[in-house]
């Protein structure tokens, strides 16, 4: 979504604010919907008293929580909110125009959420050979669906990240104008915020 | 081709095909948005007449039971999503830029990818009719209905990757109108000074982006369930099949929002155009959009009421589902009090907005009966329900769409439609719906469950059933006269001129149809109707007239060298790479690999496009 950078230079918007960054809380705002819909059908599945009455649901969402890793979780979750810090440290370089550290820290940020990532991949297939596939019951539902949901931002993010390294090198982001590291950036602490509400009610509760 | 043409017309749609595919022009844009709505809306009206046909007498045989349930899933979801909303995202696309004073929306590519994704999104829902079968469960989809026990064809599938398709459309186009609107108004022209219409697209557009992902999540979920064999709906493994009402609902309700409030805020526009007045109370009006918006959120459980939810939940959503009226009736007085004491010429715009006021308070009343429990789980799936649905929709949202068609037609296209055959079709339209659904509220009373194929000659419905079968044809026939009027006019109507009904707002400062660019000078707005401020004085407001012109028009003869968006290929490739995706998932897997190509192909093409 790339638009006239011309244009907007040209012609000051009426709030001042770059039409790009309006247009990316806005879809964050619509983001937000998505991820509480999923938190809240989790939710809901977990206190589903329907299941229970009918013999299913009863102590399916303790089993499945009761399978979580935990200390591998808690690991994963400290190196993506740490990407966090890399990511702000990534824009204050493009800012100062120190390119190269901006882009070591874009890869950081990149590495981090690989490390995240990977975490995830391995609690996915351990919980696989352990038979806890989507359609075993309602907890694996669930928790596939809104962390795999999460995953894919997560990848969705690091592929834009890298996008954003490779424009470096063909000259973007040289000037005053680091609209595309601050729209990644602006993404990648969504994501990583919504990673703290899914960890805590689906770890830690 | 009219001889008597004074002005020069501007050359904004001239070009061959190839440049309408890859236009970036918002005003191109609302064309092809126009033709295809209403090429969707023909379709979902054929859908409904014959919906009607069969229903005329009892134990009639003309329509299969099994193609009947797909007549009415097809025909409420091509209404709603291939004809209401994106007939209103074409009034966004041609006025909204207009109306504030800019040269194109804020992102044009995106503004084309969403109207390709709608077509193909439109097509592709459709495509289900020769693909073994439309679906068949009724608009909203209930679990189980859509498990794949029940629906072992791909029909549930079209429907909901149709839908999230469309879904996707929606949300970028909203995104991007919420952008326009809060960056890309002219100097002077604060909220406070906005038209009504654009208050209404942007409460619309944040409707939209809040509202369509829970339905996204939903149809996810539902996938979830055909595909990898979840239970999120099936209780067979757990799961609950009121989950999915709830998350249609928190959808839906707001959905029925975003379906009126492109017209009421029409409908703002056009009153006080033909009042000779300025709109009564605009603060309030456009607050109270805002209100109807935000308690939107907050009533979806009154379509559950008889799920058993309890007595604390019914009463609860009740309360907020009587509490949307307040906001609605202010604006209904605001609207009287508009016309009130105002020099009223009615017509045909005016007409339609009228119409639309009646019509919808009726719509309106049946809707805080049915906010009551009790009454409610009277008439449940009744016809009451399909009366009150459509006096709101048809009556409110389409009266007012039409004030909209008849009252922009000549700045879209620079030639009026005919009056006298758009009275006609008002006339028509009016004693046709009211013939049409007037007689279902009784039907409903009487017991008559919506969505039956036929029904016994004993049951007391035959007369009912029939005039609403004659109401609904003269519907059909009153869209006829439209389309023969639209045509014919398109080809010699009379030339409009820059401003055929003595306009207050920005559009109607420029010729029609708008030149390319919109505006060689950017206007300074300083008042609600500059363009009156700027032909009347600042009488209407006490204002003194001192100021400079509001707006500046086109009138040179030479070209203005403004810098437009280049046109591009890559939103339509896009569109298409996402569709042909979809189809992967439903027919076969090597669509899936065509489709990711073309798409991720596109779209690196699309950011290695230079901007402008």
Same mark, same amino acid.
């Given at each position: 979504?790339?638009?006239?950078?011309?244009?907007?230079?040209?012609?000051?918007?009426?709030?001042?604010?770059?039409?790009?960054?309006?247009?990316?809380?806005?879809?964050?705002?619509?983001?937000?919907?998505?991820?509480?819909?999923?938190?809240?059908?989790?939710?809901?599945?977990?206190?589903?008293?329907?299941?229970?009455?009918?013999?299913?649901?009863?102590?399916?969402?303790?089993?499945?929580?009761?399978?979580?890793?935990?200390?591998?979780?808690?690991?994963?979750?400290?190196?993506?909110?740490?990407?966090?810090?890399?990511?702000?440290?990534?824009?204050?370089?493009?800012?100062?125009?120190?390119?190269?550290?901006?882009?070591?820290?874009?890869?950081?940020?990149?590495?981090?959420?690989?490390?995240?990532?990977?975490?995830?991949?391995?609690?996915?297939?351990?919980?696989?050979?352990?038979?806890?596939?989507?359609?075993?019951?309602?907890?694996?539902?669930?928790?596939?669906?809104?962390?795999?949901?999460?995953?894919?931002?997560?990848?969705?993010?690091?592929?834009?990240?890298?996008?954003?390294?490779?424009?470096?090198?063909?000259?973007?982001?040289?000037?005053?104008?680091?609209?595309?590291?601050?729209?990644?950036?602006?993404?990648?602490?969504?994501?990583?915020?919504?990673?703290?509400?899914?960890?805590?009610?689906?770890?830690?509760? | 081709?009219?001889?008597?043409?004074?002005?020069?017309?501007?050359?904004?749609?001239?070009?061959?095909?190839?440049?309408?595919?890859?236009?970036?022009?918002?005003?191109?844009?609302?064309?092809?948005?126009?033709? *295809?709505?209403?090429?969707?809306?023909?379709?979902?009206?054929?859908?409904?007449?014959? &919906?009607?046909?069969?229903?005329?007498? $009892?134990?009639?045989?003309?329509?299969?039971?099994?193609?009947?349930?797909?007549?009415?899933?097809?025909?409420?979801?091509?209404?709603?999503?291939?004809?209401?909303?994106?007939?209103?995202?074409?009034?966004?696309?041609?006025?909204?830029?207009?109306?504030?004073?800019?040269?194109?929306?804020?992102?044009?590519?995106?503004?084309?990818?969403?109207?390709?994704?709608?077509?193909?999104?439109?097509?592709?829902?459709?495509?289900?009719?020769?693909?073994?079968?439309?679906?068949?469960?009724?608009?909203?989809?209930?679990?189980?209905?859509?498990?794949?026990?029940?629906?072992?064809?791909?029909?549930?599938?079209?429907?909901?990757?149709?839908?999230?398709?469309?879904?996707?459309?929606?949300?970028?186009?909203?995104?991007?109108?919420?952008?326009?609107?809060?960056?890309?108004?002219?100097?002077?022209?604060?909220?406070?000074?906005?038209?009504?219409?654009?208050?209404?697209?942007?409460?619309?557009?944040?409707?939209?982006?809040?509202?369509?992902?829970? &339905?996204? &999540?939903?149809?996810?979920?539902?996938?979830?369930?055909?595909?990898?064999?979840?239970?999120?709906?099936?209780?067979?493994?757990?799961?609950?099949?009121?989950?999915?009402?709830?998350?249609?609902?928190?959808?839906?309700?707001?959905?029925?929002?975003?379906?009126?409030?492109?017209?009421?805020?029409?409908?703002?526009?056009?009153?006080?155009?033909?009042?000779?007045?300025?709109?009564?109370?605009?603060?309030?009006?456009?607050?109270?959009?805002?209100?109807?918006?935000?308690?939107?959120?907050?009533?979806?459980?009154?379509?559950?009421?008889?799920?058993?939810?309890?007595?604390?939940?019914?009463?609860?959503?009740?309360?907020?589902?009587?509490?949307?009226?307040?906001?609605?009736?202010?604006?209904?007085?605001?609207?009287?009090? *508009?016309?009130?004491?105002?020099?009223?010429?009615?017509?045909?715009?005016?007409?339609?907005?009228?119409?639309?006021?009646?019509?919808?308070?009726?719509?309106?009343?049946?809707?805080?009966?049915?906010?009551?429990?009790?009454?409610?789980?009277?008439?449940?799936?009744?016809?009451?329900?399909?009366?009150?649905?459509?006096?709101?929709?048809?009556?409110? *949202? &389409?009266?007012?769409?039409?004030?909209?068609?008849?009252?922009?037609?000549? +700045?879209?296209?620079?030639?009026?439609?005919?009056?006298?055959?758009? +009275?006609?079709?008002?006339?028509?339209?009016?004693?046709?719906?009211?013939?049409?659904?007037?007689?279902?509220?009784?039907?409903?009373?009487?017991?008559?469950?919506?969505?039956?194929?036929?029904?016994?000659?004993?049951?007391?419905?035959?007369?009912?059933?029939?005039?609403?079968?004659?109401?609904?044809?003269?519907?059909?026939?009153?869209?006829?006269?439209?389309?023969?009027?639209?045509?014919?006019?398109?080809?010699?109507?009379?030339?409009?001129?820059?401003?055929?009904?003595?306009?207050?707002?920005?559009?109607?400062?420029?010729?029609? $149809?708008?030149?390319?660019?919109?505006?060689?000078?950017?206007?300074?707005?300083?008042?609600?109707?500059?363009?009156? +401020?700027? +032909?009347?004085?600042?009488?209407?407001?006490?204002?003194?007239?001192?100021?400079?012109?509001?707006?500046?028009?086109?009138?040179?003869?030479?070209?203005?060298?403004?810098?437009?968006?280049?046109?591009?290929?890559?939103?339509?490739?896009?569109?298409?790479?996402?569709?042909?995706?979809?189809?992967?998932?439903?027919?076969?897997?090597?669509?899936?690999?065509?489709?990711?190509?073309?798409?991720?192909?596109?779209?690196?093409?699309?950011?290695?496009?230079?901007?402008?």
């Amino acid at each position: 979504m790339t638009v006239d950078a011309h244009a907007h230079e040209e012609h000051p918007t009426s709030t001042g604010l770059d039409s790009r960054k309006v247009a990316m809380w806005a879809f964050l705002g619509s983001e937000t919907m998505f991820f509480g819909s999923l938190i809240l059908v989790m939710l809901i599945n977990k206190h589903n008293t329907l299941g229970v009455m009918l013999g299913h649901g009863d102590h399916t969402f303790e089993a499945g929580q009761g399978m979580l890793d935990l200390v591998l979780t808690s690991f994963t979750t400290f190196v993506l909110l740490t990407s966090s810090l890399a990511m702000v440290l990534a824009l204050a370089a493009f800012r100062n125009r120190s390119i190269n550290w901006g882009r070591f820290w874009l890869m950081v940020v990149v590495a981090f959420g690989a490390i995240f990532l990977g975490g995830q991949v391995y609690e996915f297939t351990a919980f696989v050979r352990e038979g806890l596939t989507p359609s075993t019951n309602l907890f694996g539902a669930s928790f596939y669906m809104l962390v795999g949901f999460h995953g894919a931002h997560v990848a969705i993010g690091i592929l834009w990240l890298l996008a954003v390294v490779y424009y470096s090198y063909r000259g973007r982001y040289q000037g005053a104008d680091t609209w595309g590291v601050e729209m990644v950036g602006l993404y990648w602490h969504f994501v990583d915020l919504v990673w703290v509400a899914i960890f805590t009610l689906i770890y830690l509760i | 081709m009219a001889t008597t043409t004074v002005s020069v017309r501007p050359n904004t749609y001239a070009g061959t095909a190839w440049s309408w595919i890859t236009t970036v022009d918002h005003k191109r844009i609302a064309v092809l948005y126009f033709v *295809t709505s209403l090429a969707f809306f023909a379709l979902g009206g054929a859908e409904a007449l014959l &919906i009607r046909l069969q229903l005329s007498r $009892p134990e009639l045989d003309l329509v299969h039971p099994d193609r009947f349930a797909e007549l009415f899933t097809m025909h409420g979801t091509t209404m709603v999503f291939l004809a209401l909303m994106p007939l209103s995202a074409a009034f966004f696309n041609l006025l909204v830029p207009l109306m504030i004073g800019a040269r194109d929306v804020a992102f044009p590519r995106l503004n084309a990818l969403s109207y390709w994704v709608y077509l193909f999104g439109g097509i592709f829902l459709n495509i289900s009719f020769i693909a073994g079968g439309a679906p068949a469960m009724g608009w909203f989809g209930y679990a189980p209905l859509t498990a794949t026990e029940f629906a072992d064809t791909h029909a549930v599938d079209f429907w909901a990757f149709g839908l999230q398709i469309l879904g996707v459309s929606s949300i970028l186009a909203s995104i991007n109108f919420i952008v326009t609107i809060i960056n890309m108004r002219a100097p002077g022209m604060t909220f406070n000074r906005m038209p009504m219409f654009v208050w209404m697209t942007l409460i619309t557009g944040f409707l939209i982006i809040f509202a369509f992902p829970v &339905i996204t &999540i939903g149809l996810v979920l539902l996938l979830f369930d055909r595909y990898l064999g979840t239970s999120f709906f099936l209780y067979q493994g757990g799961g609950d099949p009121v989950l999915w009402q709830h998350l249609f609902w928190v959808f839906g309700h707001p959905e029925v929002y975003i379906l009126i409030l492109p017209a009421m805020g029409i409908v703002s526009d056009v009153l006080p155009t033909f009042s000779r007045k300025p709109l009564f109370g605009y603060a309030v009006v456009a607050y109270s959009g805002a209100a109807i918006a935000l308690v939107g959120f907050g009533v979806w459980t009154h379509h559950m009421f008889t799920v058993g939810l309890g007595p604390v939940a019914d009463t609860a959503f009740a309360i907020s589902t009587m509490a949307v009226a307040v906001p609605t009736g202010v604006k209904i007085f605001n609207w009287i009090a *508009t016309l009130w004491g105002g020099s009223i010429s009615l017509r045909t715009p005016m007409l339609f907005a009228i119409g639309f006021i009646a019509m919808f308070i009726l719509g309106g009343l049946t809707g805080v009966s049915l906010g009551s429990p009790p009454v409610d789980t009277q008439v449940q799936d009744t016809y009451y329900v399909v009366a009150h649905l459509h006096y709101v929709l048809f009556g409110g *949202t &389409i009266f007012g769409l039409f004030a909209g068609i008849y009252f922009w037609f000549p +700045k879209m296209t620079g030639r009026m439609l005919n009056e006298g055959w758009g +009275k006609v079709h008002f006339w028509l339209m009016m004693i046709g719906f009211n013939l049409a659904f007037g007689p279902q509220h009784q039907l409903g009373i009487d017991g008559m469950p919506r969505r039956i194929h036929t029904y016994g000659a004993d049951m007391g419905w035959d007369a009912w059933n029939l005039m609403s079968t004659v109401g609904a044809w003269l519907i059909g026939l009153s869209m006829l006269i439209f389309a023969i009027n639209a045509i014919r006019s398109l080809r010699s109507g009379r030339d409009s001129g820059p401003d055929p009904w003595d306009g207050g707002t920005l559009e109607w400062s420029m010729s029609s $149809p708008p030149p390319v660019y919109n505006f060689a000078e950017v206007p300074v707005v300083d008042d609600r109707y500059p363009v009156w +401020k700027e +032909k009347h004085g600042g009488g209407h407001t006490g204002a003194a007239v001192a100021e400079p012109p509001a707006a500046e028009t086109a009138h040179d003869d030479d070209e203005p060298h403004i810098h437009m968006p280049n046109p591009s290929y890559w939103p339509v490739l896009v569109a298409a790479g996402m569709v042909i995706t979809a189809c992967g998932l439903i027919f076969h897997q090597v669509f899936l690999l065509i489709g990711a190509l073309i798409f991720g192909i596109s779209l690196i093409g699309w950011i290695e496009e230079p901007p402008g």
